[in-house]
């Protein structure tokens, strides 16, 4: 009989590459995940690991295993929701990972409601940018995902993830008091081809729709500084020191003082953001109850925006 859990260590095992990278992820220490895939390897009689220094990688037979633990962890995802689903009353606790804008705008009004709707229901939030949020959906750190589309998340995801569009909003110039088109009621991308700019660190999925905004343009932004905080940027746009896109519920609420928001004239950059959910545990009568109250407020927060479109 193999054991699931020790099926687990070996697929964080294919996912991380390396055995302390998937010890991490599944909050072991190195030694404990070596003994786990030691003891799997007992337990199918097969050599599933070749150990070269102090580096492993997957025998052909540890890789066909390991293709069938990702299938397994699904199913098992499935078994909890079809139980849960029998249970009567909600109850629990669901766990949300999410980028900043998204939790002010979304999370935590959904959070509100539920905790009106459904009392004995707990939900916990995360806050973390870029990818940061679909690899700890992944290493099962969290229940739901919400996510940025950008070129390289469909390729990424695989059959691991299930992914549903939440809602879509604008990026808006973000100009110095001072700049010559501050006074302008629109401004067009190419007319900021020479200008220094403030754009998000690669790795931010907001930076690529900024960088694909400018190709689409005909130009290479000229960063002057880089900061993922909205509030960071706009300070850095107040101080002359450039322009900038930012998108548009991470304007709200913040004094600009020094700098002024015009929206994109021509082809309006937007971000598109999703939830995620593990394959498998989508009919989890709580994961369902939190989803349904995600896109309610995302409907309310972006009701004049298609996120499909």
């Known amino acids: 009989m193999i054991d699931p859990r020790r099926l687990r260590v070996l697929k964080a095992l294919a996912e991380h590459g390396t055995v302390t990278a998937a010890a991490q992820a599944l909050y072991l220490s190195p030694s404990a995940a070596s003994q786990q895939l030691a003891a799997l390897e007992a337990e199918v009689g097969h050599l599933l690991l070749e150990r070269r220094g102090r580096t492993v990688r997957l025998t052909p ?19 909890e929701a079809d139980m849960a689903a029998c249970s009567e009353g909600l109850a629990g606790e669901v766990t949300i990972a999410a980028f900043a804008s998204a939790i002010t705008e979304v999370v935590a009004p959904a959070v509100a409601e539920l905790r009106e709707r459904a009392p004995r229901v707990r939900v916990r939030v995360k806050d973390a940018e870029g990818h940061a949020s679909r690899r700890l959906l992944i290493d099962g750190a969290v229940d739901i995902a919400l996510g940025v589309d950008d070129r390289d998340t469909p390729r990424q995801d695989g059959d691991q993830l299930l992914r549903r569009p939440l809602y879509a909003e604008p990026f808006d110039v973000v100009l110095p008091s001072a700049h010559p088109l501050a006074d302008a009621p629109d401004v067009a991308l190419h007319e900021l081809r020479e200008d220094p700019w403030v754009t998000p660190w690669p790795g931010n999925p907001a930076h690529d729709v900024v960088l694909r905004a400018c190709e689409e343009a005909r130009f290479d932004p ?27 519920s991470a304007l709200h609420g913040i004094a600009f003082k020094g700098a002024v928001i015009r929206p ?37 927060f972006s009701p004049d925006l298609d996120p499909t479109g």
């Open 61 to 79: 037979t540890g890789a066909v295993l390991a293709a069938h633990a990702a299938t397994i962890a699904a199913q098992l995802e499935q078994a």
């Open 264 to 300: 994109v004239r021509g082809g309006r950059p937007t971000r598109r953001v999703f939830t995620a959910v593990r394959s498998g545990s989508e009919d989890h009568p709580l994961l369902k109850l939190t989803l349904h109250a995600l896109r309610d407020q995302a409907t309310r």
């Open 222 to 248: 000229r960063p002057e500084c880089l900061a993922d905080d909205s509030r960071a940027v706009c300070a850095l746009v107040a101080a002359g020191v450039g322009v900038a896109l930012v998108p548009r």
